[in-house]
Every structure is written in C-alpha cells, then in structure tokens.
C-alpha cells in the first residue's frame, strides 16, 4: 500500500501560479495529479513514469508541469497561468504497475486532495 499525502493549494487570482506537492509512504511506478471539480468528473491532468516520462492531458499543456523526486518519494505539480476553469480539487495518485499513457487509467492508490481555487 502507498499512503499519499498532498500540500500546496490554496487560492490565487487568474495568471498567477502554485505548486503542487505529494508525498508518498513509497515508491512506485507511476504517479499523478487527477482534478475534480463540483458536479464534473475526475479527469486526467498529468502522470509521470519513475523515469521522467510524462504526458498531460491538452487544457493544461504549456502551463503546467509535472516532476518527481524518487530519492524522497515526492511528486510535484508545478501550474502557472492558472485559469479559473482550473478551480478545482486537485488529487495525487499512484500505482505499482506502469503509467498507461492515453487511457487516464485510474490510480490504485490516492491522496485526500488538495483544493485551488481560481479567481478571475
């Protein structure tokens, strides 16, 4: 099991910028940042291979970025220009099989999420 622990939302105005933390209990193979906002589905936002793989899902190419640091278990999310459609719970998750890059493939394993809060 893998216990994740999120950090890093809060509120700030259109174009401005956060960063995301997730620390987890152990390593994995893949990890990433779902989001989820009131009344809408979780969707997809970035995931990342042990070894630095990425993919993002189109409406945040370009303004966000997604990194880890296997040595302390933590995964990062790095957002700028934030929008707010971006408004939103931000969860991390992750898994013990490899990244299924093009699926959004739920998470085997997930944090309590960590709200942003976009204002225009």
């Known amino acids: 099991q893998v216990q994740l622990v999120e950090s890093g939302g809060g509120s700030v105005q259109a174009g401005g910028s956060l960063r995301l933390s997730c620390e987890a209990s152990a390593s994995s193979r893949c990890m990433g940042w779902f989001r989820q906002a009131p009344g809408k589905a979780r969707e997809g936002v970035a995931v990342i291979t042990r070894f630095g793989t990425s993919t993002y899902a189109e409406f945040v190419k370009n303004r966000f970025a997604i990194s880890r640091d296997n040595a302390k278990n933590t995964l990062y999310l790095q957002m700028s220009n934030l929008k707010p459609a971006d408004t939103a719970m931000y969860y991390c998750?992750?898994?013990?099989?490899?990244?299924?890059?093009?699926?959004?493939?739920?998470?085997?394993?997930w944090g309590q999420g960590t709200q942003v809060t976009v204002s225009s």
């Open positions: 998750g992750a898994d013990f099989r490899d990244c299924a890059f093009g699926s959004w493939r739920a998470f085997d394993y």
